[in-house]
């Protein structure tokens, strides 16, 4: 594998562009989103890569019934992960840089709201827009919202010049949340998304058990299907304690066409305390199964019409605890801020995989019996808010 | 798919409904704890949209998200 293996794409970066989400609606239909602008520092560290960068973003309304937003978004990524170890490629840098924009609409207790994404990197480049519509319902007890989005994506091979694919995807979205009781609120979510085109990784390979290599295994590309279909439901509790905090759960179930089949379960607690300051805690707990065309090690080349080696796609399961706190700023505003916030959280994540096998300092072992693959990351978010 | 139409179906019949007159259960003066800024469930977009975007990266799962109501715009 050269070092052109492990671009973003190879860190599955690029199939997850977060800005969009960062400009949906939040609020309920009939109110348009606050004005707020929001600068953000983040960092990861763990399994041998590192990325950070800034993510900019402003919202502002206008004229009365709009509101419009704007994202910027960078990853810059040093790697050394695993992939890039056991195949002896140089560690690498590498950047993906995104912009957004989003636009609110209200009118009486609609909410219609259109997004453009566009996401760069040397060897990959997204474009989506996202429609979506949102009303309140009974009384303003219920907001009902369906959402659109259509992306197209371009993969390239560096050192390839010929290598050119595409990937289209359509994702559909309903949500619903729910004033149950003056201290509880529920939410749904469902979604499903369709993926069309090149969608494994045109670096990556596989292994398979070979007699005449003097490891024991040899290596082919992987293949993936052209084609995967996904559902994803989830459901959301908020609860208002007597004291000023609030309790947060949220369980996700996940199905695709891979027969990847995936749950997340999250808690949440959340004080603000009567100087300025606000304290989460949060636990976060994900397992999946493998995709059926998935496995560390083939028993010989060309053992299936699809082959994939990503531990991504791999069992695993794995843990996230948070502890953030906010403090506020400004609280008696300047100029045209009305107030502000600083914010520092960090993430403590540990992956434990269960198919997906180590293959550092592995002489003498036989092919197959190596210790399974787990690591450690450390995420940090500093960002500092200000209401307009 | 057949939970997707389901769930379309549902939401249609919610739109289509809408005009009717359903007496709200909890009063808007009764909404000073669900208005409290703690009980968003997106409290920070800028902050929750990366930590989305961390999790996806290293998942196999993806999508619903985003906040009810919302949803994930992720390419």
Redesign the interface.
Known sequence: MTRRAHSLRALGLALAAPALVALAPTATAGVLPEDRADVLYHSYDGGGVTIDGPSFLVRKQFAGKFSAAANYYVDNVSSASIDVVTSGASPYEEERTQYSLGLDYLRDRWTFNLGLSSSSENDFEAETVSLGISQDLFGDLTTVSLGYTLGDDVVMRRGDSDFLDTIERQHYRLGVSQILTPNLLLGFSFETITDEGFLNNPYRTVRYLDGDSAIGYSRQPELYPRTRTSDATSLRLKYYLPYRAALHWEYRNYVDTWHIDASTVEMSYTQPLSDGFTLEARVRSYSQESADFYSDLFPYEDAANFLARDKELSTFDSTTFRIGVTYDILETGWRFIERGSVSLFYDHMLFEYQDFRDLRNTAGLTPGTEPLYEFNADVIQIFVSFWL | ?R??RN??LG?VL??A??GCA?????K?Y??D??A?P??????????????????????????????????????
């Open positions: 798919m939970v997707l769930c379309l939401a919610a739109f409904v809408s359903i007496e709200p259960w909890v808007p009764e909404r704890h669900i409290d703690i009980m968003s469930f997106d409290r920070d977009p800028v902050s929750s949209s990366y930590i989305h975007h961390v999790y996806e990266a290293r998942e196999g799962a993806r999508g619903a998200t985003g906040s009810a109501g919302g949803g994930c715009g992720c390419n």
